[in-house]
């Protein structure tokens, strides 16, 4: 990770006539940028370019297969686990300027976007016309679409409404060589042939570029509404939680934050919990105002016998958002609570969640590292946040201790090692753990399939 | 399809050995029945085994591999295109005797089951616990998880909870060869690898054999309620469906009614709608009480201005029953219709229904057979019964003539050849009209990763 290797004389003239102007930069000052993503890693890139259309990525795909240059995709590079970052040298291919809305369809319930389009101001453009993009990740209003397809982002409306996979309809991609790949389309049901788009989604940008996706929209709901509930312990806030299926609902999110994740959000904020308060849950429904109404109420009943502390109930969007801002307030806090932190988003069977909670307390305990944890209890996931100063002697090296047996001791729960970022490379050592052999000479395999020369994102995902 | 290849005499000691006493048949006699599924093509097995554990499968798939004997899954055969049909000969493995629901977990929202439990006895074990598994297509009561999961089955509730793939979180298969891959697992989210589960699901049989399938669960909803309504014609009954949406309702199920396909339940039993209903729409809702009663009178509403010849509400099961007994009774009625029909399941962007639901009835006048039009409007998935008497001088032609018109006018109009029974064997000759060459070469290496010595479903498609 020390030095992009140099392009060849003849790469940089290929670069220079495919992608004029300022399509293309090389220089080292202007490159740096881009050999970094969320994770904090950094490898620097060979150069990047800025195709504008398809078939400049169809050259420069046919181009670097036949040269062997590795071929980074990038959006908004806010990928957690290292997928944006040049670990090999390369071509960092940017989205930046493939990103039109290509077309809303209010009677198809289909958009069509190219992968640079920021997932936020499509579902904007959306409301306008009363339709819904179900997918919401955290980075919704920075991340793109391409960069959601390509990790199967989550978020916390996938209670309800799933996670990306379930929305894509259909993607068109360059493969390396520069064949076009039309997969699906924008009927909402589709079983003609394997699923490659669903294969496409979540590949971590290790198969194809993408430059086309087709997204399934829904009816905007009419009504939404927010409960949060707040409890002494997490074990109370996990059996409301339970509770709440019980009833019979099926709300669109259902987050839980931990002690430590409250007291990071009240070191940077008023809130309206007592401190008496060990976990929180944040709940949201939508549909007709009369059903909203109903599940309010429905809500309030179940979260009842699990003893809250507090709670505070809103059905319009003005009163909603301020508890939701103590939702979001969670990132800048956790980059204010210690200088540094492992983020992961382990998953477990849902009913594993309190043996997970409290075994990652057990671990911070041990390790003497803060942890903050917080997340889509509904899908069993949990955002961990190991806080730690990596200047002081050997807090790093317990941190990532604690990383580690974090990780396993979700795998011991039959839990995955990620929910929603994907694997990267902060995860690649861990991933013997999961998968076996045969299951990874599958991947191998299938991603020869696609990319034979292995140009696509090397190193990364499986 | 003449005759089935013998098996060896090696061969057929392997099964009596691994298969046990009625565990393996090879008699043509007993053979027979699993010849055919519901697509009516035949061809004769070469054997049949009934598998009870997972070493009986592993064995058998490195035997099959070594020897190079096709292998046939097959659960309860309703597939419609051929993809339990033999047409190679070869071992027909049932999942019969591979039906245990091996876990319910009401904690962790699934249910662990073998792949030849009966999807409908699942759903009736998991209502008991208050519990659903939202996939539902019509052969429910007789159709296996399996056979669902292979052809990635759909069915009415598919416009809110999505098709069999978005509800299958695990996949244990094995392999050509022996080996066992475990895809997914028991997590609600689950990014770690190449999304293998989703490959397998919808693949025909053509990947692996499935031996376990983790389904994800929900809360069953609380309650349910159905309207339907009838129009003097197929334009004003999308009419009326664009207008639901339009007002914000995501409904369970969106189904239509045809006239020809009115007119066949009709001549089988008492119909509560009047003459001049040329199109009905069946739609149903779920959720709380209150919710559902909300949605009702918003469907009410929704459904007027396109102008109503008939109507009916229900609130409660024992109302909903009768209507939606009539839209069951299409499928004996179909049968009494004509004595040969064919059926296809096309699909088509949403916005496109109307042009559809035009060209196939101008289809039908032009080559003069009935054509029953029924389906998942909500999906834009159409079923087309194409009836005839194959008896009559040239009305096979006639039947075969439209039934390709259809499908080049669906895709014509952006759609897919098949929304939710898959390709097998009967739109195999269709397949390049959709595909193009780069798409099916993707495929066809996939196919070698998992299966490089063919066979597993031969033939069958893609």
């Known amino acids: 990770m020390t030095g992009s290797p140099p392009l060849s004389p003849a790469a940089r003239r290929f670069l220079a006539q495919c992608f004029p102007g300022d399509a293309a930069v090389t220089s080292p000052e202007e490159t740096l940028v881009y050999g970094t993503d969320a994770s904090r890693r950094f490898a620097p890139a060979s150069a990047v370019v800025r195709p504008e259309t398809l078939e400049q990525v169809r050259e420069l795909l046919a181009f670097a297969q036949a040269e062997r240059i590795p071929i980074l995709p990038r959006g908004r590079a806010t990928n957690t686990v290292g997928d944006c970052v040049p670990v090999t040298g390369g071509i960092v291919v940017s989205t930046a300027r493939l990103n039109r809305i290509l077309e809303i369809d209010a009677r198809d319930f289909v958009a069509v976007v190219e992968p640079g389009v920021v997932t936020g101001d499509l579902q904007a453009a959306l409301a306008k016309e009363r339709l819904f993009y179900a997918p919401d990740p955290a980075s919704v209003k920075f991340s793109t679409l391409g960069g959601n397809a390509a990790t199967c982002a989550g978020g916390m409306r996938a209670v309800k409404y799933g996670v990306t996979r379930d929305h894509i309809l259909g993607i068109e991609a360059v493969l390396p060589g520069g064949d076009l790949l039309v997969a699906g389309g924008r009927t909402h049901k589709n079983v003609v042939g394997l699923d490659l788009t669903r294969l496409l989604v979540g590949s971590e940008g290790t198969l194809a570029f993408f430059t086309k996706l087709t997204v399934k929209l829904l009816p905007l709901p009419v009504a939404t509404a927010t409960l949060a509930v707040a409890y002494p312990t997490v074990d109370a806030a996990l059996s409301a939680a339970d509770d709440v299926f019980r009833a019979g609902i099926l709300p669109v999110a259902l987050e839980l934050l931990g002690r430590e994740a409250m007291q990071a959000v009240a070191a940077i904020a008023a809130v309206p919990w007592p401190d008496a308060a060990g976990a929180a849950l944040f709940i949201r429904v939508d549909g007709s105002p009369e059903a909203v109404a109903a599940d309010l109420r429905l809500l309030t009943a179940a979260t009842a016998p699990a003893g809250p502390v507090w709670s505070q109930a809103a059905a319009t969007p003005e009163a909603e958002e301020p508890l939701w801002e103590l939702r979001r307030l969670l990132n800048p806090a956790s980059f204010k609570a210690a200088p540094d932190k492992i983020s992961d ?21 041990e390790q003497r590292v803060r942890i903050l944890v917080f997340g889509h209890i509904g899908d069993g996931n949990l955002h961990v946040n190991i806080m730690h100063d990596a200047a002081v002697a050997d807090e790093r090296d317990r941190a990532l201790t604690a990383r580690e ?50 140009i696509m994102n090397p190193e990364k995902a499986y």
């Open 345 to 365: 988003d382990v998953t477990v069977p849902r009913g594993r969640l309190r043996e997970a909670a409290a075994g990652i307390a057990a671990i911070g305990r």
């Open 405 to 454: 047996r974090v990780l396993m001791l979700c795998l011991g729960l039959r839990g995955t090692l990620s929910g929603e970022h994907g694997v990267g490379l902060s995860k690649l050592p861990f991933l013997d753990r999961q998968l076996d052999a045969t299951h990874r000479t599958i991947l191998s395999r299938i991603k020869a399939v696609f990319d034979p020369a292995g």
